[in-house]
């Protein structure tokens, strides 16, 4: 029950800043944009997450357009240990018991 | 801190024959859990989940179950497992508050042949 809409995949060179686009036009009001990564063989992995206003931590950055209907993520120097599929998703904070849904997500490869 | 373990790591299986995967979360008491299945070049389906001991809920009909018989531990079962059960099985643990977001385990590979 994916909302959300990314490019199956994109390359990016070493040490450059990856940009990772979704669309999310039908997202409600009060629903946050979370963004996740999984390595190859390996579980998924929480990015970050925003509401309305751009967040930042020590993964990553995340810009949300101001009407909402899409958001950025963003790697800004990007390593070989960031290739990986990365997965954006639209949720109610404490709703739904927790409960996540994937779609198929974006092929992140970074090449020396 | 909190640790989720799953074992085993990767099970080689013949068509109509049991499963059993276990889930164990160490660090914290009466998580919610979460099970989930990734077939090859698919995204993450949603299987089960459980807010408690004996509770477990399905989210889609298939020809596995779970259970859930101590606070902190989840298993994955079938009693004959399909070709198309194959996949990456993941166990997750959710945690609210700030990031309000599951955690999960390091997954099981399974092969159905």
């Known amino acids: 029950d994916a909302k959300t809409t990314q490019p199956p995949s994109m390359d990016c060179a070493e040490g450059r800043a990856a940009n990772l686009p979704c669309n999310h036009s039908?997202?409600?009001?009060?629903?946050?944009v979370y963004w996740y990564r999984q390595i190859h063989s390996q579980g998924p992995q929480y990015i970050i997450h925003?509401?309305?206003n751009n967040e930042t931590n020590e993964m990553a950055s995340l810009i949300i357009t101001e009407d909402r209907k899409s958001s950025t993520l963003i790697l800004p120097h990007a390593t070989l240990r960031d290739t990986a599929v990365y997965y954006c998703i639209v949720r109610v904070r404490g709703s739904t018991l927790g409960r996540l849904y994937f779609g198929r997500g974006t092929q992140l490869t970074v090449w020396p | 801190s909190q640790t989720i373990h799953q074992w085993p790591a990767t099970l080689v299986q013949p068509v109509g024959s049991p499963l059993s995967l276990e889930c164990t979360v160490e660090g914290t008491s009466n998580p919610n859990l979460y099970w989930y299945r990734q077939a090859a070049g698919r995204g993450l389906q949603l299987l089960f989940y459980?807010?408690?001991?004996?509770?477990i809920s399905s989210e889609v009909p298939q020809n596995l179950s779970a259970s859930r018989p101590q606070d902190r531990q989840f298993i994955l079962s079938s009693k004959k497992l399909l070709l198309s059960d194959s996949g990456f099985y993941l166990c997750?643990?959710?945690?609210?508050?700030?990031?309000?977001?599951?955690?999960f385990g390091p997954g099981t590979r399974l092969t159905v042949l």
């Open positions: 039908t997202i409600s009001g009060n629903e946050y």
């Open positions: 459980s807010v408690g001991i004996g509770q």
């Open positions: 997750a643990w959710y945690r609210g508050g700030y990031t309000d977001t599951q955690y």
């Open positions: 925003g509401l309305k």
